[in-house]
Each structure stands twice: as C-alpha cells, then as structure tokens.
Antibody, heavy 119, light 107 residues
Framework: EVQLVESGGGLVQPGRSLRLSCAASGFTFDDYAMHWVRQAPGKGLEWVSGISWNSGSIGYADSVKGRFTISRDNAKNSLYLQMNSLRAEDTALYYC????????????WGQGTLVTVSS | DIQLTQSPSFLSASVGDRVTITCRASQGISSYLAWYQQKPGKAPKLLIYAASTLQSGVPSRFSGSGSGTEFTLTISSLQPEDFATYYCQQLNSYRATFGGGTKVEIK
C-alpha cells in the first residue's frame, strides 16, 4: 500500500525557516517524480515544487522561487522542502504527492502538514 | 505559465443529475490533463488522467474528454457521495497548475 506521510509543519514567525519531510513507502520511490502542493485555508490547490526521480530536473512556482528548496534522498525514501524567508501568505496545508507513470498527474497524496506563518 | 480556467466555480445539483465541468487551458496541452475530487478535510483524489482515462477504482459514472485547450469532466448521475470540490490539473516540464476548482453542492 502506497503511503506518504508529511511532517515538519508548525507555527513559525515571518522571516524564519522550516523544513518539511515526506516519508514514502509501498512503492519504488526512486522510480517516480515527486511534488509538493499546498492549499491555503479555504482556498484551492496551488502547486509549489517538483523534482524528478534522480533530482536532475526541478521546478518551482514563482511565488516560492528563491526561498524554497526541494530535495530528495532516495536511500531514505524521503522528500523534503526547505522553506526560508517565510511569509504570511505561505500559510497552508502542504501535501506531498507522487506522480503517475508519465509524471503528468498525481496518483497518491499524503494527508498534509500544516504550516502557519504568524507573529 | 499555462493557466487553467474552470467553469462553473459553483454548481448546485440534485442526486441523479448529469453534471458537466469545463476546464480551459491557456495554451494547448495535448491530453496531459487530470481531474481530482476533494472532500472537506481530505487530500485530493485522482479521478481521471490523460484527459479521459479513469483511475482504477473510480466509478464509471465519472468520465473525461477533450484535448488541446478544452476539457470536460462529466458525472452521468450524481450520487450523494459526489458532492465535493473538483479540480483540473496539468503538469509539464516540472511546472504544474491547477484550475480554480468547482464546488458541487446539493440543490
């Protein structure tokens, strides 16, 4: 059974940093691209960042470029999101998502970890 | 960046109704479009990928069609468990976008 379990969320002050993790199991982790998607309270889904199976290709939303860094450790079956210079508008539930075989859609999602940026 | 525009943003319907949601892309995306269902407090669930392929385990009352810039999600006979928010999504070269969502509520 595929499982994606996010952790690392919490309450943080504006300008500070936070590192999210996503522990994957139930599939061959290094065969698939992985992404982070967020959802602000009461709002729609917003893509944040994605990384290829071997970390050779990476993309970021314009809203987080230069502040967030995605990475993965295939030996640990884990995905990460380092978030620096956090802003109030980064407040959201952050989901880890596994891509399907063509890397064009998300077939499994975690339950999310909540990040709240507030003083 | 490719923008996805969903319509309507809100839909009120009755059990048994046929429901259609549209997603328009700002440029051609071939058939690289997916549809998700999200219920309150839950993660999104993949319904349709590659514009028209039903994800395993998803009821056959859901169907998708389209290519290029215009896509539709159809629910042939709305069931009580289908009241939720639906999103379209495209992903290309490690950049993805979602539509704004369509909330389907009970009339």
């Amino acid at each position: 059974e595929v499982q994606l379990v996010e952790s690392g969320g919490g309450l943080v002050q504006p300008g500070r940093s936070l590192r999210l993790s996503c522990a994957a199991s139930g599939f061959t982790f290094d065969d698939y691209a992985m992404h982070w998607v967020r959802q602000a309270p009461g709002k729609g889904l917003e893509w944040v960042s994605g990384i290829s199976w071997n970390s050779g290709s990476i993309g970021y939303a314009d809203s987080v470029k230069g502040r967030f860094t995605i990475s993965r450790d295939n030996a640990k079956n884990s995905l990460y999101l380092q978030m620096n210079s956090l802003r109030a508008e980064d407040t959201a539930l952050y989901y880890c998502a596994k891509t399907g075989y063509s890397s064009s859609w998300y077939d499994y999602w975690g339950q999310g970890t909540l990040v709240t940026v507030s003083s | 960046d490719i923008q996805l525009t969903q319509s309507p943003s809100f839909l009120s319907a009755s059990v048994g109704d046929r429901v259609t949601i549209t997603c328009r892309a700002s440029q051609g995306i071939s058939s690289y479009l997916a549809w998700y269902q999200q219920k309150p407090g839950k993660a999104p669930k993949l319904l349709i990928y590659a514009a028209s392929t039903l994800q395993s385990g998803v009821p056959s009352r859901f169907s998708g069609s389209g290519s290029g810039t215009e896509f539709t999600l159809t629910i042939s006979s709305l069931q009580p468990e289908d009241f939720a928010t639906y999103y379209c999504q495209q992903l290309n070269s490690y950049r993805a976008t979602f539509g704004g969502g369509t909330k389907v509520e009970i009339k």
